[in-house]
């Protein structure tokens, strides 16, 4: 019998089609992460888009590129743009340091972790566990507000002040359903991520057009 969470899944895929993924080559993510921030999903792929045309995707490509030309294609993200180049700028500095950490990110998951920290704005659970969730293959959970808020409103983990524990509740209640599926973790990340973000807003939720609502505590005690 299918879990629960495989079955809300299952839902969403229904109701939204099929979603992209975040990318699995760990640079390209990391790139990704950092245009991601306080923007839209649209602005942050066109510049993706306007990086990749100009080559810098990757470590040399990036550190090589023409300064005014990066800052052209970072600033399709939208604003904060020169925070943007700086969280840029001091990635690739890391990653060419370290030119073995996408293999580390593939291996122990601690050692990872650690390898990671040179890199800026990888606090927190999402940032860091989505690396090795994607670029790591890693059967783990990143757990961001908008997951949170979804996962919380199924029942899954419990509020707090305090977000890490909010984090720490929702990934003990639902990794025994994921288990160890790298398939699972991913689809689930992805769709719960972006029902968290269009549907299952902070206010103001769409619950009457919710694939989910069925299973919604959060919903129920709306009623």
């Not at 990066?70 to 904060?80: F, H, N, T």
């Not at 983990?157 to 398939?183: W, Y």
Request: charged residues 25%; proline residues 6%; glycine residues 6%.
């Amino acid at each position: 019998m299918a879990a629960r969470v495989e079955k809300n899944v299952a839902k969403l895929k229904k109701f939204y089609g099929a979603l992209p993924a975040p990318p699995t080559n760990a640079f390209e993510l990391f790139v990704w992460q950092i245009l991601w921030n306080h923007t839209t999903a649209k602005k942050r792929d066109a510049a993706v888009a306007a990086l990749r045309k100009l080559g810098a995707l990757t470590p040399e490509g990036m550190w090589t590129a023409s300064p005014k030309a990066l800052s052209d294609a970072v600033s399709k993200a939208g604003p904060y743009a020169e925070q943007r180049l700086m969280g840029l700028r001091k990635g690739v500095e890391a990653f060419r340091r370290d030119a073995d950490l996408p293999a580390a990110l593939k291996g122990d998951q601690r050692t990872a972790l650690r390898r990671m920290k040179p890199l800026p704005r990888m606090s927190g659970d999402g940032p860091a566990y989505r690396m090795l969730l994607f670029a790591g293959g890693h059967a783990v959970l990143p757990v961001d507000a908008r997951l949170a808020r979804v996962a919380t409103r199924l029942g899954y983990g419990e509020k707090n002040d305090d977000f890490s524990k909010v984090a720490r509740s929702v990934r003990q209640a639902m990794t025994p359903e994921l288990g160890d599926s790298l398939k699972a973790s991913r689809d689930t990340y992805v769709y719960f991520e972006h029902h968290g973000t269009v549907t299952c807003t902070e206010t103001s939720p769409h619950c009457d057009e919710c694939p989910v609502q069925s299973d919604c505590q959060y919903s129920k005690s709306r009623d």
